[in-house]
C-alpha cells in the first residue's frame, strides 16, 4: 500500500511540481543564446533537425529552442525515464519511449516517422548507460536515415548578483 503511495506520488505529483520550478527558475535566470547562421536558418525555413545534448544537460534544455510544430524526446522505458516524460511532458516536449536496452527499434521507427511529419527530436547521444560525454551510433544512424542534420545543444551558467535581503542604510 505504501510503495503505491509512494509512486503515485513520484509519477503523478512530483513530475508536474520539477516542471513548474523549471519554469520559476528560467524566470530568474538571463539567457543569451548563441547560435549559428545554419541554425537561424533552419529555423527560418520551419525545417526540423536532431537536437543533441549530453544527459548532464538536460536541466535547461526544454527551454533552449523553440520550434514551430514541436520536438519529440527519446526517454527510456525505466521507471525514472516514466518520471523524466511526465515532467517534459508539462513542458510541451512529447517523448517517445525506448533505449538501448529496452524498445529502441520501436522507439527508433518511431523517431524516423516523426522527422518525416515534420517534428524536431531531441536525443542524448551519451545513451542511458554511458560512458558519459560519448555519442553512441544511435544519433547518427538517425540523421543518416532522416537526411536531418545533427544541431548541438549546451549551455553553462556563472554565479551572478545575489538577491540582497534587507535594506541599505
Given at each position: ?15 508536474l ?13 538571463r ?13 527560418e ?64 521507427k ?21 560512458p558519459?560525454?560519448k ?12 537526411k ?12 551572478k ?9
Amino acid at each position: 500500500m505504501m510503495q503505491k503511495f509512494s509512486d503515485f506520488i513520484m509519477l503523478n505529483i512530483f513530475p508536474l511540481l520539477v516542471s513548474l520550478l523549471l519554469r520559476l527558475l528560467v524566470l530568474t535566470i538571463r539567457m543569451r543564446v548563441i547560435t549559428t547562421k545554419f541554425v537561424d536558418e533552419l529555423q527560418e525555413k520551419g525545417e526540423n533537425a536532431i537536437f543533441a545534448f549530453w544527459h548532464g544537460r538536460l536541466l535547461i534544455m526544454p527551454f533552449a529552442y523553440k520550434s514551430h510544430k514541436g520536438a519529440y524526446i527519446m526517454i527510456s522505458r525505466h521507471r525514472d525515464g516514466e518520471f523524466v516524460s511526465r515532467a517534459v511532458g508539462y513542458l510541451g516536449i512529447k517523448s517517445v519511449r525506448g533505449s538501448t536496452t529496452r524498445g529502441g527499434i520501436s522507439a527508433f521507427k518511431k523517431l524516423i516517422k516523426l522527422t518525416d511529419e515534420g517534428y524536431n527530436i531531441a536525443f542524448t547521444p551519451d545513451g542511458p548507460k554511458g560512458p558519459k560525454y560519448k555519442a553512441q551510433m544511435g544519433i547518427i544512424e538517425l540523421a543518416k536515415l532522416t537526411k536531418k542534420p545533427i544541431i548541438p545543444l549546451t549551455y553553462s551558467a556563472s554565479k551572478k548578483k545575489s538577491l540582497a535581503l534587507g535594506t541599505a542604510l
